[in-house]
């Protein structure tokens, strides 16, 4: 039986571990170097799922008043539908209602049907679009916000 996932704060050894994640998912992945000094900023919100030493996924986001960004999730492509991005929103929706946060958005390729699928799944809306905002191919932007963040519903399983 495999381990199960945990998730906790990302630490500096964890950083090769997300941008080998982040190169193989994104097409204008953040380098290590901007993650070193994105999680060193105090508003800044992250964390990353583990299972054996291996990062599985990871999410980084910030809050400046009440208001959040989700800049990254991402879970390795050999990972997915064990529920770990799910987890992953899941832990970030709880932070930003710890800290008293009532919105929080995010962008996403229009194409990426999964995510939006996750996003949806958990109370975000579509708030906006932004034509071509992406390069690597070229691509819109949905904006996407949900308001009011509940403490997150615990108990699905991270993992197998
Ligand atoms: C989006 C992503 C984080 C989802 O991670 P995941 O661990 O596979 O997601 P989960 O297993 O937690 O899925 C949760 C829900 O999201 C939706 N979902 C996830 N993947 C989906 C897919 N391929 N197709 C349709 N719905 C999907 C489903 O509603 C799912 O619930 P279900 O499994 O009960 O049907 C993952 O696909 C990923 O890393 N993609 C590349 C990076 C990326 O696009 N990040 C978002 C940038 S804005």
Redesign the pocket.
């Known amino acids: 039986m495999r381990a199960r996932a945990r998730l906790r704060a990302v630490e500096a050894r964890d950083l090769p571990g997300i941008v080998r994640?982040e190169r193989a998912?994104?097409g204008d992945p953040w380098s290590e170097a901007s993650f070193r000094s994105m999680l060193a900023q105090p508003h800044v919100l992250s964390a990353v799922l583990e299972r054996e030493g291996a990062v599985c996924?990871y999410y980084v986001a910030w809050m400046v008043a009440d208001e959040a960004e989700?800049a990254?999730?991402?879970?390795?492509?050999g990972?997915?539908?064990?529920?770990?991005?799910?987890?992953?929103?899941d832990h970030l929706l709880a932070e930003v209602a710890a800290r008293g946060g009532a919105t929080i958005h995010?962008?996403?390729?229009a194409g990426?049907?999964?995510?939006?699928?996750?996003?949806?799944?958990r109370g975000f809306e579509e708030s906006g679009r932004r034509p071509a905002y992406y390069q690597s191919p070229e691509e819109d932007a949905l904006i996407m916000r949900r308001a009011r963040p509940a403490l997150a519903e615990r108990g699905r399983p991270e993992a197998e």
Not at 72 to 77: D, I
């Open positions: 994640i998912v994104f996924g989700l990254n999730l991402a879970v390795a492509p990972e997915r539908r064990r529920g770990h991005g799910a987890a992953l929103l995010l962008e996403v390729r990426n049907a999964a995510a939006i699928a996750l996003y949806r799944s």
